[in-house]
């Protein structure tokens, strides 16, 4: 019992304590959550959620050594580079027609669910982390058996879910002391954040190409 207790609380902590850190997902959630409400966080969390029970289950079934590949971070992080890429660059065009207002009145589209799977797959240091500490608890968690991988992924789970639901609780709060100018900053941090994170992610992922290429073919 103490062991499920352990690996149920410290998988919760560790998912807060790295959900808490800036990336795509904060970024996303805090610019969509004025047009989405309240509810951004959850949703996207919820195909977040779904990715990582597939890629769990996948794992389980022997998949956490070919994410251990370094062709696979190569590719995912390239990809993965470019789409948060061009994502940057629209938010970014889309300042100087940002009106709070607006956001707040305008027909939400496309899936905030969609959007927590294609994240999460566009980052490589997701599938990394996976194919790493969280194989490591899972070798662990299947110690126990099935109930000790429910713990693991509920604990997991339910970290990320408690930090991006309290930030678009907060976002969403704060619409009355939100102005337009306050918003576009917002938006801005946000769209620095998703392009940095492409720059870096296409920047290691050259990287470790370079690497591989040295390696093995040379």
């Avoid at 959550?33 to 389980?60: D, K, N, Y």
């Avoid at 050594?65 to 940057?88: D, K």
């Avoid at 968690?141 to 509920?154: C, D, R, V």
Wanted: proline share 3%.
């Amino acid at each position: 019992m103490f062991k499920l207790l352990f690996i149920g609380i410290s998988s919760f902590v560790i998912a807060l304590s790295g959900a808490m850190m800036p990336g795509p997902l904060f970024a996303v959630t805090v610019s969509e959550t004025p047009r989405r409400g309240w509810i951004t966080g959850p949703i996207l969390v919820a195909g977040h959620g779904v990715l990582e029970l597939s890629l769990l289950l996948l794992i389980v079934s022997g998949l956490g050594s070919f994410l251990q590949m370094r062709e696979t971070f190569i590719f995912v992080a390239l990809v993965g580079g470019l789409f948060l890429f061009f994502m940057g660059v629209s938010m970014f065009r889309s300042l100087p027609k940002l009106s709070l207002q607006n956001e707040f009145n305008r027909q939400a589209k496309g899936s905030l669910f969609l959007s927590g799977i294609l994240l999460s797959l566009a980052n490589p240091y997701w599938s990394f982390w996976w194919a790493t500490i969280g194989l490591g608890y899972l070798v662990q968690a299947m110690e126990i058996g099935i109930i000790g991988i429910i713990a693991f992924f509920a604990g997991h789970i339910f970290g990320d879910l408690a930090w991006y639901s309290a930030v678009s609780a907060g976002v969403y709060k704060g619409k009355k002391i939100l102005n337009d100018s306050l918003y576009k900053k917002l938006v801005f941090f946000c769209a620095l954040i998703i392009t940095g994170f492409s720059f870096y992610f296409i920047w290691k992922g050259m990287e470790q190409a370079k690497y591989f290429f040295k390696l093995y073919l040379l």
